[in-house]
């Protein structure tokens, strides 16, 4: 009665005008991107083919050019995530040095924005280009491309390992914890769609869904330092029998338990003061835990203590471990015979030498390898950099590295750089008391300028703005910035390999040329202000074309006669994620753990929902709340919402959970079964990837098989638009027998291809399958025609 009364109000008031059909696309009469077509309304009478393939072309090519943006972003998300700093570990006088961003909390920010920041930036400008009304593309695509994530990329990664080998996940709790995040993330999607306030997304909702992001960043940081473990759990329970005594004794909680108690324990608000309870539970844990991890020391606020050359002192003839007792290793353990150093640099260029120490074994010859790495201080402005080996023969004990320090002008700020010495074979052992650890030692050297004051005005400005920012990182920065420049406007890079360059190199280079131009010339190197420059310059690039891209998708799909949200999960997520598939190959392949691989796509996934949802979703909601019922939203939502949001001209952001619950609802099931076959590999085959050839091939397969079964369910859904629960779960119920009978299919045709091998050979086999393929598609082409 209420809709009733609304739909007769609105019919009577003839002064409201009728806005345009929300179901008006970017090709029809009255339809427009923000920057396409071009053409405008004359760009509509064009030939549909030919729209088509131009289209096609431009979307395809728009993908090259992100993927050069991307690369730049993600060159200034290493540079940012690499910057290092010197903290003093609580409790002693050792300084070590230690990177600034966390790695899980790098990777799950910087590195997954890096990864999804299309679609996110895509699903953006989605809600903006339609006046903060739903958007097709956005969510669509965010979906799409999970599914491509999970399924085939990890597919992919699986069958990169050569046979035999597998890779497995070293942080198992960030994995569990990401795996189930990614999970939680869509179903709570589903919740807020179709099940709390049905099509409607209220400001709470929104908000709660980008919140998810810090706490879900939060969840993993603390599993991966060791707070969200059993020990750490136990002691959690314990001392809440002890807050509570009455309650009787706490049993031992099951596997399932343990997940879901350190789940709840981490995406709580509060965590229970998880760090007082474990501190006051475990405090003789805690403090070995603070030694152990590097990560928990303080600054503390002495300055660290700094050698010069001239400093008395031998190094020691053994060296001690933690306990007390000699490192033994017959071939050596290499050490610097201190951690800081300090030379003075002045008006000239200065040589100085350091040595590398052999101790506690002299057995046969070694090699290390030495290499400079900056912190303040700038290669080639205040230091020369160098890479190179130092050999120790048999019973060599000493070997000297020679390092150069260029010229300082007056008023120049103090520097520092570090020589890291390691061996990548393993076979010398390094100074665990040194800074570096076991694994390699590092050397702090401190550049102190003799002439501290500026002697003119030219060098009080230079002074001024070197404590701004560093002077030196701006001139190597545009020296950078002009060869990033030329090197674009170069066939292969360079005059010389432009020289040298073949017809297909012209012709890979002509099609790259403009994208690489003006990237190169918009987009600062990572230089500048530790990669925030490049940062910011980079995502702005991303936005202008994921802006295009929206676009181009549309009058795409439209020249084709397909709906938007068919391009978006298919063509779009496609395109979008095709890098990632690349990077990920190249990781599993040369990494020696399947993190990179495998953590980063769960990972990606949930970043994609809590930023590429939740962002655009509580402006939207905000919006909607704060401005109220539009001539717009009354025509488009009055008649179904209006009278429960629309009283007193308040309004809501409108996302229909049809085709969108069914497309969620089927990623999550097939999301489950992905993570149940990565989980299996690691128990039957002892890891995530590679393993014996067979069950990669199935694995593979299996992969592949629920992201073809995911595209082509929702296509039907969003062909069909049929919003009946007992429909959907029908066609899902059938095609998981159907994925059954693929499965089967691809085991007896992966036996056919070994019998093959020993009568016809593969090329063989290959030629007969794609014959009876041809011919079998043929015959159905036929009968179709016939039947109808």
Not at 306 to 314: I, K, M, P, R
Request: some cysteine; proline content about 4%; charged content about 20%.
């Amino acid at each position: 009665r209420p809709a009733r009364k609304w739909r007769a109000a609105m019919a009577a008031n003839e002064s409201v005008p009728i806005a345009q059909e929300e179901d008006v696309r970017i090709c029809e009469p009255g339809g427009s991107g923000l920057f396409l077509p071009l053409g405008g309304e004359a760009e509509l009478n064009w030939n549909t083919r030919l729209k088509v393939v131009l289209y096609g072309i431009g979307l395809v090519y728009c993908f090259l050019g992100v993927s050069i943006a991307a690369d730049m972003f993600m060159s200034a998300i290493e540079r940012i995530t690499s910057k290092q700093r010197k903290v003093r570990i609580a409790g002693s006088t050792r300084w070590v040095t230690v990177q600034v961003w966390n790695e899980t909390v790098a990777n799950l920010t910087l590195m997954a924005l890096g990864s999804s920041a299309p679609e996110i930036l895509l699903s953006l400008n989605d809600v903006f280009k339609n006046n903060f009304f739903e958007g097709k593309l956005g969510p669509s695509t965010i979906v799409g491309s999970a599914a491509f994530n999970l399924h085939v990329i990890i597919a992919v990664c699986v069958n990169s390992i050569p046979n035999g080998e597998v890779r497995t996940i070293k942080e198992q709790g960030v994995f569990y914890v990401t795996a189930i995040w990614s999970i939680f993330a869509y179903v709570w999607l589903l919740f807020i769609v179709h099940y709390n306030t049905k099509d409607v997304i209220e400001v709470w909702e929104g908000c709660m869904t980008f919140a998810f992001f810090p706490i879900f960043v939060m969840n993993s940081y603390l599993t991966d330092n060791g707070y969200l473990n059993w020990e750490d759990f136990k002691a959690w329970v314990k001392c809440r029998r002890c807050l509570a005594p009455d309650e009787g004794d706490a049993r031992r909680p099951s596997a399932l338990a343990h997940v879901g108690g350190i789940f709840l324990t981490a995406t709580s608000a509060v965590c229970r003061c998880f760090f007082s309870i474990v501190m006051c539970c475990c405090p003789g844990r805690w403090r070995r835990a603070v030694v152990a991890k590097v990560r928990r020391g303080v600054l503390d606020a002495s300055e660290e203590e700094t050698a010069t050359l001239t400093d008395g002192g031998e190094m020691e003839e053994t060296i001690l471990d933690e306990e007390g007792k000699p490192v033994e290793n017959e071939a050596g353990v290499m050490s610097f015979r201190y951690d800081s150093l300090k030379v003075d640099a002045g008006e000239d260029e200065r040589k100085y030498t350091v040595t590398v120490y052999r101790r506690n074994g002299d057995l046969g010859r070694v090699i290390v390898k030495y290499t400079m790495v900056g912190l303040t201080a700038v290669p080639g402005y205040d230091y020369v950099e160098e890479e190179n080996e130092l050999m120790f023969r048999d019973s060599v004990m000493e070997q000297d590295i020679e390092f150069t320090i260029l010229p300082k002008s007056h008023g120049e700020k103090h520097d520092k750089f570090q020589i890291v010495i390691e061996d990548e074979t393993g076979t010398v052992s390094f100074n665990p008391n040194r800074d570096g650890g076991a694994e390699k030692n590092i050397l702090t050297v401190h550049l102190i300028n003799e002439n501290p004051r500026p002697r003119t005005i030219k060098d009080s400005v230079y002074t001024f703005f070197d404590g701004i920012v560093n002077m030196d990182e701006i001139r190597l920065g545009t020296t950078q910035w002009k060869e990033q420049i030329l090197e674009s406007l170069y066939c292969n890079g360079s005059r010389e390999e432009q020289d040298a360059a073949s017809i297909q190199d012209w012709i890979v280079h002509a099609i790259w040329v403009p994208w690489k131009v003006p990237l190169a010339m918009g987009t600062p190197p990572p230089i500048f202000l530790g990669g925030w420059v490049c940062f910011v310059f980079s995502l702005i690039g991303i936005g202008i074309l994921t802006v295009i891209i929206g676009d181009l998708a549309e009058l795409f799909g439209c020249a084709l006669g397909i709906p938007d949200a068919i391009t978006a999960i298919s063509i779009v997520a496609l395109g979008t994620s095709v890098p990632d598939l690349f990077a990920s190959r190249t990781a599993a392949k040369q990494d020696e753990y399947a993190d990179a691989s495998i953590v980063n796509v769960t990972g990606s996934n949930s970043v994609n929902i809590f930023l590429g949802i939740g962002l655009p979703w509580m402006w939207a909601s905000m919006y909607w709340a704060i401005a109220g019922a539009s001539t717009q939203w009354t025509h488009r939502y009055g008649a179904d919402f209006g009278a429960t949001w629309g009283q007193n001209g308040g309004a809501a952001f409108i996302v229909r959970s049809g085709q969108l619950f069914f497309s969620v609802t089927l990623f999550t099931l097939t999301a489950i079964i992905c993570l149940t076959c990565i989980c299996l590999r690691r128990y039957w085959y002892g890891g995530e990837l590679g393993g014996p050839s067979d069950p990669k091939a199935y694995s593979s397969a299996l992969l592949i098989m629920l992201w073809v079964l995911y595209i082509g369910l929702s296509i039907w859904s969003l062909y069909t638009k049929t919003d009946d629960l007992a429909t959907q779960l029908l066609v899902i119920g059938i095609s998981l027998p159907g994925l059954v009978v693929a499965m089967l299919m691809f085991a007896i045709m992966l036996q056919a291809l070994k019998i093959s091998k020993k009568y016809i050979g593969e090329e063989g086999f290959w030629g007969i399958l794609v014959s009876a393929i041809i011919i079998g598609g043929r015959m159905i082409i036929f009968f179709v025609f016939q039947y109808q």
